[in-house]
C-alpha cells in the first residue's frame, strides 16, 4: 500500500498470494431487483473469467448488431477475477438474439430476461465476494484475531487501485482535462471519478490517522446504511454512538463537486484542507455541474467469514456497491496496493 494510505488496525499480520488465478478472487454482483419479463432491454446474467468489463460490453454489442452504447452495466468488475454480472442490451422492436451462440473467450451467458429499461451506473444492491490467499506465512493467531476485528469493527472504506488507472495515469489525465485537455466524454467521467476519489481517500487516510474514521468528528456528516443518504452537521451524542454500534450509520467522506465541505466544525476544516492541498483535482470538480456527495469512511464486515487450511485462507463476505474487496485484504495482507499515483 503507499504511503499516505494508512491502515486502521496497525501492521498486516499476514503474508500470501492473493491472486493467482482468476478463480481466488470470486465477484457475484446483486442487483437487488429482478427482470420485468417484457420490455425493449434484455437483461442479461453472465460469467467473465479474466476479462474486463468494457471489452464484454463491446463483444455484447457487436454479437446483437447494436452500437455500443447500446450496451449498459451497473458497475465494473475486476478483471483478474471470475465474476457473475448484468449487462443489458437495447433491442427496440427486435427479437432476443440466441444468447447461447456467444462465442468470447472467458464470458458465458447464465441467463437472459427481457427487461424494460437500462442499467445505469450504480443500480445495484452490492457484490458478494469469495477470496483465496495461498502461500499463507506469518503467525495465523495474528491473522485469526485481526479477522475477528474486521468482523466486529469493519475496515477504512478507500477506493481501490482500479479507480486510478495504471500508475495513476487516470489523476494525471484528470489534471491535464482541468488544465482545458479536451477529452472524451466517457473518459470524462472516469476521470472525475478518479479525482473524487483521490480527494476521498486523503481524506479517510487523515481520519484513520487521526483515529476519527470510525467514531465521528465534531460537525460529522452521518451516512446512513444501504443507501446514499446522508445528515447532518450533528455531533455525536448517545443515541448516534448507539445507532453507530450498530451499523446503522457511518462517519462519511466527500465526493467532492461545487462549493465548500457542507460539514461543519473540525470535519469541514479537516475536509476543505485537505481540498486546498490537492486544489488543482478540488477546482477543476468544483467546475464542473457535479453535486456534492458523501461516501461512508466504514465498512461494513458482519458478513465476513473465513476457513484456514494447511497454506491457503479463504474470505467470504459482501460488500455495499462501489466498495473495493481489497481495501479489506489491505487490512489483512502485507503489500497490497490501495492506490498508484504521485499525489
Known amino acids: 500500500m503507499s504511503a499516505g494510505l494508512p491502515r486502521a488496525w496497525g ?4 503474508r500470501g498470494v492473493l491472486r493467482s488465478q482468476p478463480e481466488d478472487f470470486i465477484v457475484e454482483e446483486i442487483l437487488g431487483y429482478a ?19 468494457a471489452w464484454v460490453a463491446q463483444q455484447l454489442a457487436a454479437f446483437a448488431g447494436v452500437a455500443e452504447h447500446a450496451v449498459a452495466y451497473a458497475g465494473r468488475k475486476d478483471r483478474h477475477a471470475l465474476c457473475t454480472q448484468h449487462f443489458s442490451v437495447h433491442l427496440p422492436g427486435r427479437a432476443s438474439p440466441d444468447w447461447g451462440a456467444l462465442a468470447v ?14 442499467l445505469k451506473r450504480g443500480a445495484l444492491s452490492g457484490n458478494r465476494f469469495v477470496l483465496t490467499v495461498r502461500a499463507v506465512q ?6 485469526e484475531a485481526r479477522l475477528r476485528l474486521l468482523r466486529d469493527e469493519g475496515a477504512p472504506n478507500y477506493f481501490g487501485v482500479q479507480r486510478f488507472g495504471r500508475g495513476g495515469d487516470n489523476l494525471d489525465a484528470a489534471r491535464r482535462m482541468f488544465a482545458g485537455r479536451r477529452v472524451p466524454r466517457a473518459q470524462r ?3 472525475l471519478s478518479a479525482a473524487r476519489a483521490h480527494l476521498f481517500n486523503a481524506v479517510l487516510a487523515a481520519r484513520v490517522a487521526d483515529g476519527s474514521w470510525n467514531r465521528g468528528l465534531s460537525g460529522e456528516l452521518w451516512a446512513l446504511a444501504g443507501s446514499r443518504a446522508w445528515f447532518g452537521p450533528q455531533d455525536a451524542d448517545a443515541t448516534l454512538l448507539a445507532r453507530l454500534g450498530a451499523f446503522d450509520i457511518a462517519p462519511s467522506g466527500p465526493l467532492w463537486g461545487a462549493g465548500d465541505s457542507p460539514a461543519g466544525a473540525a470535519c ?6 485537505i481540498a486546498q492541498a490537492h486544489d488543482d483535482l478540488a477546482a477543476g470538480l468544483a467546475a464542473t455541474d457535479m453535486v456534492h456527495a458523501r ?8 458478513t465476513l467469514q473465513w476457513q484456514w487450511s494447511d497454506t491457503s485462507l479463504e474470505l467470504r463476505f459482501s460488500l455495499q456497491a462501489g466498495s473495493y474487496a481489497t481495501a479489506v485484504a489491505a487490512e489483512l495482507l502485507q503489500d497490497i496496493a490501495l492506490e498508484e499515483s504521485a499525489a
Do not use: C, F, Y
Not at 105 to 118: D, I, S
Not at 138 to 143: E, F, H, I, S
Not at 295 to 302: A, H, I, V
Open 11 to 14: 501492521d498486516p499480520p499476514l
Open 35 to 53: 427482470a420485468d419479463g417484457s420490455g425493449e432491454h434484455e437483461l442479461i446474467l453472465l460469467e467473465k473469467r479474466d476479462a474486463n468489463t
Open 105 to 118: 473467450p472467458g464470458v458465458r451467458v447464465l441467463q437472459a430476461w427481457r427487461h424494460g429499461r437500462k
Open 138 to 143: 506469518d503467525d495465523r493467531d495474528a491473522g
Open 189 to 191: 467521467e472516469m476521470l
Open 268 to 273: 469541514a476544516a479537516l475536509e476543505n484542507g
Open 295 to 302: 461516501r461512508p469512511l466504514r465498512l461494513d464486515l458482519r
